[in-house]
């Protein structure tokens, strides 16, 4: 008879994020990639714009730009945002929302504020992760699932001090409704105070918590983390735990994301990242010559 046993998982070490501009002036927070840590494979990057209020006409996006070789993951948690692609592909993400994109061999896209949040003006606030593709699965046809708010699964235990939403993997019994092309995890604790979570992270997995508000407690050395921090879990386990402080003040909010490494070589140029700096020459080359295509429309939506 074979006997497994659960292991907590330690903290192998905290982020700070940095502050930066993006797209057409926009401000994230950024914990990777930075000048001292580049990537968490199988993860290329985590923006965090906002939360930010933003007045009538303030909100700025991204315009047309192109990507190949990776995913991109936008979940907005407060705000309207549209996106248009040179597929013809166009949509509204609202609060809640999450649009899981593969690029593939190649798409231009942008991120824009949907048209009436920029005349009214409002609070914004998403998350942005890039998903790295393994070799096979780099010039593979483009594709998105755009998956509603009230289509993500969200969990309570029975007292109510935890909150998830499953947009990747499961958690409580609850499994997302996305599919990923590696194995992935993504989801959105909300702890109450003195409340704390268990939660099953295959050790062949790497692993991060990223704060979206308040302090937590993480790993078995109980860690303190704040807002803004990326918290790396070690591969010694193949469970995390998180707590909120007792005397907290308000709940914590976290995302924790893992995901199987690839293993592979990494060559990134801007939006563009592959395995050889040839493939990167040919993405550029490609996108110069307008094999990406290109987005003709402009933005103009209606609201939903």
Partial sequence: MTVTTQTLRSVAGIINSVETLEGAGFLVRRPFPKSSFSEFDPFLLLDELG????????????????????????????????????????????????????AGAGVVHSEMPQAEFTRTGGRLHGIQLWVNLPQRDKMIAPRYQEIKAAQIPVVHTEDGSVTVRVIASEALGAKATIETR??????????????????????????????????????????????????IFAADGDEVVIANLANAQQPLDFLL????????????????????????????????????????????????
């Fill in 51 to 102: 939360p930010v209020n933003l007045k009538p006409g303030q909100a700025k996006g991204a315009p047309d730009h192109p990507h190949r070789g990776f995913e991109t993951v936008s979940y907005v948690l407060d705000g309207r945002l549209e996106h248009k692609d040179s597929v013809g592909h166009t949509g509204v993400l609202n609060p809640g929302d999450v649009q899981w994109m593969t």
């Fill in 257 to 304: 994301i893992g995901g199987v490494p690839l293993n592979e070589p990494v060559v990134r140029y801007g939006p563009f990242v592959m395995n050889t700096k040839a493939q990167i020459m040919q993405a550029i080359e490609d996108y110069q010559n307008g094999k990406m295509g290109q987005i003709y429309a402009k933005h103009t939506s209606k609201s939903d």
């Fill in 182 to 231: 590696t194995p992935i995890i993504y989801l959105h604790f909300t702890l109450q105070p003195g409340a704390s979570i268990v939660q099953r992270v295959p050790k062949e997995y790497n692993a991060f918590a990223y704060l979206l508000d308040g302090t937590g407690l993480f790993g078995t050395e109980q860690e303190r983390g704040h807002d803004g921090q990326m918290v």
